[in-house]
């Protein structure tokens, strides 16, 4: 039997709650260190102490990653420690967040976990399991819940709208807009306030989070995706569909039959997801774990999910981010040159609500 693994998880940013892609990674550490494992976070981009995960080291030993598993995201280019056992951590799809050149920095032999399932599973589903393999780890603030108080308009949220070739807004102009330097605690404020959310950005937490808070949340569909499988190609698709429930008090767009379905269910949506941890550990870390200590019996590595078998790499759509102006409409102002959306449209429908 292979010498059990230490975990050594080396975040791209410094830790900070609205930035659901780190706050995940210690989450991560946090549910491996509770199952017994030893896990330990790189000090990559400074100590930041929080209410997740504080077990941070500052150097380690060529001797010491002999035996250590490093974690690393999309977002960080090559293996900076030189490990010798390395897993890269797919938060976001390829081309998206970070340039595809970033690949050629990897090691062809590291191991790939996706945070949400992409186009490419449904595309080839003999490799989801053995392949393609999924890790998604959804942190739920416990201060994020339903005030019960009253409520009324509109928030929005533009993030990462590049997903979508075109979009018509739909928000009247009077909406609030959450932009990325609010906290969780502004969270709780908006959410508790707002009646309704529209999420411009089809992959965010904030969908859920809005939910979590008892604000009606809209995701703006995309373009040829059913409700069904813009579920499915999320990162709690897999749980979601093991409720065999929809996601209450959510509208898949604007329709009235959306709308009514959201407003119907918007009270069961504080209870949907009380499960979600025991099944992110049983289905997800667990097997993980089992992986890292069988490093070389598994064949999701970089090799086998981003290159053909005449060591070509498979094409990958890359997104061109435009950077345009965004008005928020809080505060009146511009504020330029943030690469948020792809819009060719904006229109405004002030008496949709």
Same mark, same amino acid.
């Given at each position: ?6 975990? #050594? ?7 900070? $709650? ?72 797919? #938060? ?41 393999? #999924? ?11 339903? $005030? ?7 928030? &929005? ?26 906290? *969780? ?36 569909? $995309? ?48 209870? *949907? ?14 097997? &993980? ?5 069988? &490093? ?58």
């Amino acid at each position: 039997m292979s010498l059990k693994k230490n975990i #050594l998880i080396y975040p791209h940013n410094p830790f900070n $709650l609205a930035d659901g892609g780190t706050t995940v990674q210690y989450y991560l550490a946090q549910i491996l260190k509770e199952l017994g494992e030893n896990v330990k976070m790189y000090n990559s981009r400074g100590k930041t102490f929080n209410d997740i995960f504080n077990d941070y080291i500052d150097s380690i030993s060529v001797e010491e990653l002999e035996n250590t598993v490093v974690i690393y995201c999309e977002g960080i280019q090559g293996n900076p420690l030189n490990a010798k056992y390395v897993v890269r951590w797919m #938060l976001s799809e390829l081309g998206k967040n970070v340039p595809t050149d970033y690949l050629y920095t990897w090691g062809k032999n590291e191991l790939v976990y996706y945070f949400n399932p992409e186009e490419k599973f449904y595309k080839n589903k003999e490799k989801i399991g053995n392949i393609y393999k #999924l890790l998604y780890m959804n942190y739920i603030n416990p201060k994020l819940k339903n $005030l019960h108080q009253s409520r009324s308009g509109v928030c &929005f949220t533009i993030r990462k709208s590049y997903h979508h070739s075109q979009i018509n807004c739909f928000h009247p102009e009077e909406s609030y807009q959450i932009m990325r330097y609010h906290t *969780q605690d502004d969270y709780l404020e908006i959410f508790n306030k707002h009646k309704y959310f529209i999420s411009y950005d089809p992959i965010t937490f904030l969908t859920i989070i809005s939910l979590l808070c008892g604000c009606i949340s809209i995701v703006y569909p $995309l373009e040829g995706i059913t409700k069904k499988e813009w579920i499915k190609n999320t990162s709690i698709g897999e749980f979601i569909n093991s409720t065999d429930e929809e996601i209450y008090g959510l509208a898949y767009g604007n329709s009235k039959e959306e709308l009514e379905y959201a407003e119907k269910t918007i009270h069961l949506a504080e209870n *949907q997801f009380k499960n979600l941890k025991k099944y992110m550990i049983e289905k997800m870390v667990k097997p &993980f774990i089992n992986d890292i200590n069988n &490093f070389e019996n598994n064949i999701n590595t970089i090799e086998n999910n981003f290159f053909d078998n005449n060591s070509k790499i498979i094409k990958i759509k890359e997104e061109n981010l435009p950077k345009i102006n965004i008005i928020n409409t809080e505060q009146k102002k511009i504020i330029s040159n943030i690469p948020e959306y792809n819009i060719n449209k904006y229109k405004f429908l002030k008496n949709l609500f």
